[in-house]
């Protein structure tokens, strides 16, 4: 039976020194337990004192003083740090199979030509031989519209207004500010003409509109799901993280790349044969890259063909209010009030992006039927919520509806008389562009610029145009357009003055590209 130590035992076990405890407590840990009182304490104290007798003998005596912290010599390295150093690798650092495909070079021409741009960016002082942005979907015709608001009513927002540090300093709800929501469902009803009432409580938001089509895309697909999305297309990708993949639904220039149910058929059969199963529809109204909007009667007909083959739909409208001419906007919300059914499978993304002009705010909408779809949304939103600061300066914005108003007239009227003005300047160099009634971009016919007739000979064209005339574009492979030739150009990245150079540039390729007589 082990003993249990005695006051006086316990007190021969103490050392004197710390060097001491650490020596005989875990030596007396190991042993007491079965060698009772002599094992347990008088064996750990005679190693203990055999140990500072044997440092004693072998301790080398003192050497110089030692130097002053300033002039203190390197020391040498351990030879435990020395082996460590040169022993070889046993490989690379592990990376994820899903990192590993993201981390490789980007070979699209999209993003290659946004680089080009950021390493030479034109300015028509500082660098006018720069490359001219026209891959980037963004509006600068109105940013003086925000600029005025900002200087007229940022300084009330600011401490003892809605930007106090009380008000955005704390944790707020990840999917939004009710404040926000209400704002927000309010504008949106104004954008889509009134002619249907957002509910806010139906709203989600979202750090812009590609991480609320990821969110989407994530509650209504499992990894190696399809949607089908109507081609061309903007060139983004959303299988990064949810591995979902999107299937292209080829569109023709001779119906101007529209949307059939034939070709929407036809995609969902072989995608079928192929054993993927397809979840969805996207769809962007207006089309991003061509500009031609979705009519009533093609979304009632793709809501019967969701429902027929019981898939979701997502309807992109972001450029909802960047509209101009006499073509009707049709939300795909308005179809569904109306027809008052199968609501569970309909949702829209919206996004201050594009109408407002704020794409560095990073504000985008998930707007669903579906409660599961927004139950899910909230949470996942705590990867991509809205700073707070940023939602209470929009509050306040588009709380004003004086501005709001007079903003959406002006700014679809100048993205119009630009567009005017680019196509003309377009037409007199031979070129033609597909028709179109919203958006920021026109869709370019370079078909006969092209030799040979195949992507191979619509990249030669691309890369003339980004390497000699310096402007970026995104040519139509890029965006899955199944005809070589076409171009997207945004051309809201520009002003009036502008136009005479880009076309300049442009009559120097396409005089480049006629055959020699």
């Known amino acids: ?13 103490r050392s004197p020194t710390r060097t001491g405890m650490r020596l005989i407590v875990p030596l007396q840990g190991v042993v007491q337990g079965r060698g009772g009182l002599l094992l347990g304490s008088l064996i750990p104290c005679a190693l203990f004192y055999f140990l500072q007798f044997y440092l004693k003998r072998h301790r080398s005596p003192p050497s110089n003083p030692p130097p002053s912290s300033a002039n203190l010599p390197e020391l040498p390295r351990s030879s435990s740090r020395a082996n460590l150093l040169t022993r070889g690798s046993t490989g690379r650092a592990h990376l994820s199979t ?3 495909s993201i981390a490789k070079p980007n070979d699209s021409p999209y993003y290659i030509g946004l680089d080009r741009v950021r390493e030479d960016p034109y300015d028509e002082v500082g660098n006018p031989g720069g490359v001219i942005q026209l891959g980037l979907a963004e509006n600068r015709l109105s940013l003086d519209l925000i600029q005025d608001w900002l200087s007229e009513n940022l300084s009330n927002l600011l401490p003892g207004g809605a930007l106090g540090l009380g008000g955005i300093a704390p944790y707020q709800p990840m999917d939004g500010l009710l404040q926000f929501k209400l704002a927000m469902a309010d504008f949106m009803t104004e954008i889509m003409g009134n002619t249907v009432s957002f509910d806010h409580s139906r709203v989600v938001l979202t750090s812009g509109a590609t991480p609320a089509l990821e969110i989407l895309s994530f509650c209504l697909a499992d990894q190696g799901n399809a949607l089908l999305v109507p081609a061309p297309y903007y060139p983004g990708d959303i299988k990064w993280r949810t591995g979902v993949e999107l299937i292209p639904v080829h569109c023709r220039s001779c119906d101007n790349f529209t949307l059939s149910i ?6 969902f059969n072989q995608a079928r044969k192929r054993g993927q199963k397809v979840r969805g529809i996207l769809i962007c109204n207006p089309s991003n890259p061509v500009g031609n909007m979705l009519n009533r009667d093609m979304l009632y007909d793709i809501l019967d063909f969701a429902r027929e083959r019981n898939i979701h739909i997502i309807s992109d409208e972001i450029f909802a209010g ?9 939300s795909m919300a308005d179809i569904v009030e109306s027809e008052d059914a199968d609501k569970d499978r309909v949702h829209i993304i919206y996004g201050l992006s594009k109408d407002l002009s704020i794409p560095g705010f990073r504000v985008g909408v998930i707007y669903s039927f579906n409660e599961n779809v927004l139950a899910a949304s909230r949470k996942l939103t705590r990867f991509s919520s809205v700073s707070t600061p940023t939602q209470q300066i929009l509050v306040s914005m588009l709380s004003d509806k004086r501005f709001t108003r007079e903003y959406i007239k002006t700014n679809r009227h100048r993205i119009g008389s630009l567009y005017d003005l680019f196509v003309a300047g377009l037409r007199e160099l031979g070129l033609e562009c597909a028709k179109s009634s919203g958006g920021l971009y026109c869709w370019v016919d370079m078909s006969k610029l092209i030799s040979p007739y195949n992507e191979k000979g619509e990249l030669e064209l691309w890369d003339k145009l980004l390497n000699i005339a310096k402007i970026n574009v995104t040519p139509g492979s890029a965006c899955h357009c199944i005809e070589p030739g076409w171009f997207r150009f945004c051309f809201t990245t520009l002003n009036e003055n502008e136009i005479p150079v880009v076309m300049e540039r442009i009559r120097k390729v396409v005089e480049s590209c006629k055959p020699s007589v």
């Not at 039976?1 to 076990?13: C, I, L």
């Not at 960047?322 to 049709?330: A, K, L, M, R």
């Open 322 to 330: 960047s509209t101009y001419g006499n073509e009707e906007f049709v």
């Open 1 to 13: 039976m082990t003993q249990t130590p005695s006051p006086e035992a316990k007190e021969t076990t």
């Open 262 to 267: 034939t070709a929407l058929e036809q995609a």
């Open 98 to 100: 899903r990192a590993n």
